[in-house]
């Protein structure tokens, strides 16, 4: 046996014993990475989300329109501590991106956990556009009832974060589209500048929680008074009728 | 003479005289004279006359099982119950319409232009839902849940008749709640614990018709067992001609 095969074989013993004992460590970073793997679409989100900016942004309480826990036929206004900004635009990014992902339960969404806000324009005129992903009509339960909740949960939440807001045209996929899901008429603006007022809120105590508030009017009621400060009395409903 | 006398024969001859059975011939259709092309019969629709669309349709299925593809779907369940409520309806006297017969995939539009040719009718959507409680039936009329027109509802100018496609509800608008509300008191008495009131709702096809118009939707197809849904015919059957016969009462027979 040469002095050089020797040495080979030497070295090659060594590089197994090296690799047995770095296979352990490898292993709990495989496993590390399959724990932190993120979905496509959390991914997505993710990217699409602007940094925010050095100053930090003071949460305020808002009312985001969720499935009512105890009734799931009626939206109920839930008030959230969020850090909404000065920006219409980006008030109104963050109050629907929280309606798709935010809500209290699984139970009381309303849009498809898979939605996704592509983009929102907010017009001097108070014309307003929000572009959401195809999961919106695709994964959305059909149905007058279901697209009708989902289509208040948006023009309610947005009226809610950004009043100046007066008018909402919803497109999907960039593109105009006849109904939500086969019922729901999306043809045309929606008229938000009859909604009433939301009253203020009361501050949540952090922002992950969120006080749930006494179901809203169901639709084709007649409203129910406005809204309570104490946070156990209903908060906002829904608007009055009007003519 | 001879020839004076056969020429007065030859003359009778060419010249027929008239007779009192035989009318003359019609005249050639002028120009400028309209055909008047004989009268379409119309079958005698006393009670009413419904144009009842089965909602969805081909490749559209509608609300569907969210746990088994081989559960029910919305657009078969509602042909199966307009066919039914079509036969009944027609027994107790009424002109009914069916947008479709077929698992055809129709256009809004196209179920629309089929409704608003026909003069003096009723126009049910029929719907089964994702959720909502079994058995039960809820009417909605086309509006904002708050109970105004959309925006979209343009005002027309001034000497202008005809009216926007999208705006063919804008005219019903009073009619339509009207006849929601008296078939929605109907289905809570005779599908028990649907609700007592109709509910405004943004529906697309309500939109573009123009009738007094509502639409139906039953619950709902998240039911294990859904053959409930389809003996639901007989109610709604019953409700509905209620409802149109107390309507027309009211206005004197007008839709």
């Known amino acids: ?243 | 003479m001879l020839a004076a006398t056969l020429a007065a024969l030859l003359a009778a001859a060419q010249t027929p005289a008239p007779t009192q059975t035989s009318p003359p011939p019609p005249a050639a259709p002028s120009p400028s004279t309209p055909v008047q092309l004989p009268p379409i019969p119309v079958p005698p629709a006393p009670a009413g006359t419904i144009i009842l669309d089965p909602a969805h349709g081909g490749a559209d299925r509608g609300a569907h099982s969210e746990t088994s593809d081989e559960g029910a779907v919305e657009k078969d369940l509602v042909l199966t119950i307009a066919t039914a409520m079509r036969r009944e309806l027609e027994r107790q006297g009424f002109r009914v319409i069916l947008t479709r017969q077929t698992d055809a995939d129709l256009a809004i539009n196209d179920r629309a232009a089929l409704a608003n040719a026909i003069g003096g009718g009723f126009f049910v959507s029929l719907h089964v839902g994702s959720s909502g409680a079994p058995n039960t039936a809820q009417a909605y009329s086309f509006g904002t849940p708050h109970g105004g027109a959309p925006p979209a509802f343009l005002p027309r100018p001034p000497g202008i008749e005809a009216i926007r496609w999208d705006d063919a509800q804008s005219g019903y608008q009073i009619s339509s709640r009207r006849f929601a509300e008296l078939l929605q008191v109907e289905l809570a008495q005779k599908l028990p614990h649907s609700p007592d009131v109709p509910k405004f709702a943004e529906v697309r096809q309500l939109r573009v018709v123009a009738h007094p118009a509502v639409a139906v939707e039953l619950s709902s197809v998240a039911e294990d067992d859904t053959s409930a849904l389809t003996k639901a015919a007989g109610p709604l059957s019953a409700a509905l001609a209620r409802a149109i016969t107390v309507y027309r009462q009211s206005t004197g027979g007008r839709p």
Request: glycine share 4%; hydrophobic share 45%.
């Open chain 1, 1 to 243: 046996m040469s002095r050089a095969f020797r040495i080979t074989l030497l070295l090659l013993i060594l590089a197994v014993l090296a690799g047995l004992l770095e296979l352990p460590a490898l292993r709990m970073q495989l496993l590390e990475f399959g724990r932190q793997e993120q979905s496509e679409e959390e991914a997505r989100r993710e990217v699409i989300r602007p940094v925010p900016e050095g100053r930090e942004v003071r949460k305020e309480d808002v009312n985001i329109f969720w499935l009512s826990a105890d009734d799931p036929s009626q939206l109920a206004p839930v008030k959230t501590s969020l850090a909404l900004g000065a920006d219409p635009q980006e008030r109104a990014r963050v109050a629907l991106e929280t309606l798709i992902t935010g809500a209290p339960t699984a139970d009381q969404r309303v849009l498809p956990f898979e939605t996704s806000l592509l983009a929102f324009y907010l017009m001097p005129d108070g014309s307003a556009v929000a572009d959401f992903s195809d999961a919106l009509s695709l994964q959305l339960p059909s149905g007058i009832a279901s697209e009708q909740l989902a289509l208040d949960a948006i023009t309610q939440t947005l009226h809610a974060a950004v009043p100046q807001a007066l008018r909402l045209r919803i497109l999907i996929d960039g593109h105009e589209a006849e109904t939500l899901a086969g019922h729901v008429d999306l043809s045309s603006a929606f008229d938000l500048s009859q909604m009433a007022p939301q009253a203020p809120g009361p501050s949540a105590p952090s922002s992950a929680s969120a006080q749930s508030a006494a179901p809203a009017s169901p639709p084709g009621q007649p409203a129910k008074p406005p809204a309570a400060t104490d946070q156990t009395k209903p908060a906002a409903t829904k608007p009055p009728p009007r003519e």
